[in-house]
């Protein structure tokens, strides 16, 4: 029961163009989403979040849209560069549950110079 | 920098065996989570505290693996009678619980290897 998916798990981008990063969901309990790096041999690194009383949210070159009605959500990182290579993972949880936090399955961003 | 600290970093063991890993959460955050990532994989969630009490611990988990959070600081998770398919990252996070949602911060994880 995958409650939370990335279907891409690798994508290549160009130095200083837009990388985009897609997520899904299915459980329409969730309500607040996260996105998070990893790099090899560390743990996963919070990047930003995002209530579902909001559609947008931008943080430096990080921006993430949620759109509710089509249970999506993506991360766009404007311009990318190459220390934005790592594997990143979407996460979901709802605030009026248990506060358990579920995972994609990653997306592998490789950012070529 | 005070954040989530794990011991050990890794480990080696052979089947049959129990292993005990640690976790240090950052310092007054009331919630600690337990994961587990395989490759390939994401965060898989095993369980998780809020101060000492542990709330939820997931389906998949049998009754080789338990956790602790004594006095609602560290945390141990210990697997008893280790198996192959047990090799895995551990990974702990913590989180300051209010009634919003706050983000998860992970520490850099324990690997373990069951041979």
């Known amino acids: 029961d995958q409650q939370v998916k990335q279907n891409s798990p690798s994508l290549s981008v160009q130095e200083g163009r837009i990388s985009i990063l897609n997520c899904d969901y299915t459980?329409?309990?969730?309500?607040?989403f996260l996105w998070y790096k990893k790099y090899p041999a560390e743990g996963p690194t919070f990047l930003i979040s995002?209530?579902?009383?909001?559609d947008k949210n931008e943080d430096g070159r990080f921006t993430v849209f949620l759109n509710k009605s089509a249970k999506h959500l993506s991360l766009h990182i404007v311009p990318s560069q190459p220390g934005d290579s790592a594997v990143y993972f979407c996460?979901?949880?709802?605030?009026?549950?248990?506060?358990?936090?579920?995972f994609g399955t990653g997306t592998r961003l490789k950012v070529l110079a | 920098d005070t954040g989530v600290s794990q011991d050990p970093r890794h480990k080696i063991t052979k089947r049959g065996q129990n292993v005990t890993f640690r976790c240090d959460p950052i310092?007054?955050?009331?919630?600690l989570y337990w994961y587990r990532q395989t490759l390939g994989q994401g965060p898989e969630f095993l369980t998780y505290?809020?101060?000492?009490?542990?709330?939820?611990k997931s389906r998949l988990l049998s009754d080789r693996f338990s956790a602790e959070r004594p006095k609602g600081s560290f945390s141990t998770l210990e697997i008893q009678r280790t198996e192959q398919g047990d090799s895995a990252m551990y990974l702990c996070?913590?989180?300051?619980?209010?009634?919003?949602?706050?983000?998860?911060?992970f520490g850099n994880g324990t690997r373990l290897t069951v041979t």
């Open positions: 996070a913590s989180s300051l619980g209010q009634s919003l949602a706050s983000p998860l911060h």
């Open positions: 310092s007054e955050h009331n919630r």
């Open positions: 995002i209530s579902s009383i909001k």
């Open positions: 996460a979901a949880t709802s605030t009026s549950g248990t506060y358990k936090y579920i």
């Open positions: 459980n329409s309990m969730f309500d607040y």
């Open positions: 505290f809020q101060n000492e009490a542990q709330l939820e």
